[in-house]
């Protein structure tokens, strides 16, 4: 792509994200999911995707909802260490 040239991608829209106010979508040309505030909805649009792409997809989401998972469980790990640090203090 040249320096000028449009940065449009086709994405498919997954959900909303956890961190911040943005969308997730499904980066058909990257193969993973991406997270913009920049998102134009086609609701009269048809998109054509391959059984590929669309196991792809469900691969990449199970993999980011596992991981989300795992970090907030850290988060609750790493405040409980904190308080039982504080108390140990007191």
């Known amino acids: 792509m040249g320096k000028f ?3 449009v ?6 959900g909303y994200s956890r961190k911040r106010k943005a969308y997730k979508c499904y980066n058909i040309r990257q193969k993973h ?3 913009s ?4 909805f086609d ?3 048809v998109l054509m995707n391959t059984d590929e792409d669309l196991e792809s ?3 990449e989401t199970e993999t980011e909802n596992g991981i989300e998972k795992i970090l907030e469980q850290e988060a609750i ?3 409980e260490e904190v308080n ?6 007191t």
């Open 5 to 7: 040239e449009s940065h």
């Open 9 to 14: 991608d086709e994405d498919i829209f997954v």
């Open 33 to 35: 999911i991406v997270e």
């Open 37 to 40: 505030i920049n998102v134009t």
């Open 43 to 45: 609701e009269d649009g």
């Open 57 to 59: 997809l469900k691969l």
């Open 77 to 79: 790990f790493n405040q």
């Open 84 to 89: 039982n640090d504080e108390q140990d203090i």
